[in-house]
């Protein structure tokens, strides 16, 4: 389960630094968001899926590493990204 070409490209725009960003840690974090909410959602109905639990926990830790890089290196932009999606410290 992945996001559509169309949504992740919104997120993209939406989040980017410059022109051709697409891999600063504000675009990571915001399309790890998205997609840790669809497959949030997807396990509350097919709580059996275990392959898909062990993807979201990838997920998380990988977003996770992200906003500790961004709170030690931009504690700015970390305030920022937390407040763009709901995240709590």
Excluded: C, F
């Excluded at 899926?49 to 996770?64: E, I, Y």
């Amino acid at each position: 389960m992945s996001l559509k070409r169309t949504v992740k490209k919104n997120l993209i725009t939406k989040h980017r630094l410059h022109k051709l960003d697409t891999g600063s840690p504000q675009v990571q974090i915001a399309i790890l968001t998205r997609e840790i909410k669809l497959l949030t959602q997807h396990l509350q109905i097919h709580k059996k899926d275990h392959s898909a639990r062990r993807g979201l926990l990838g997920m998380v830790a990988q977003r996770r590493k992200l906003l500790m890089y961004l709170r030690m290196n931009k504690p700015e932009q970390y305030q920022e990204v937390l407040g763009a999606h709901g995240l709590k410290k």
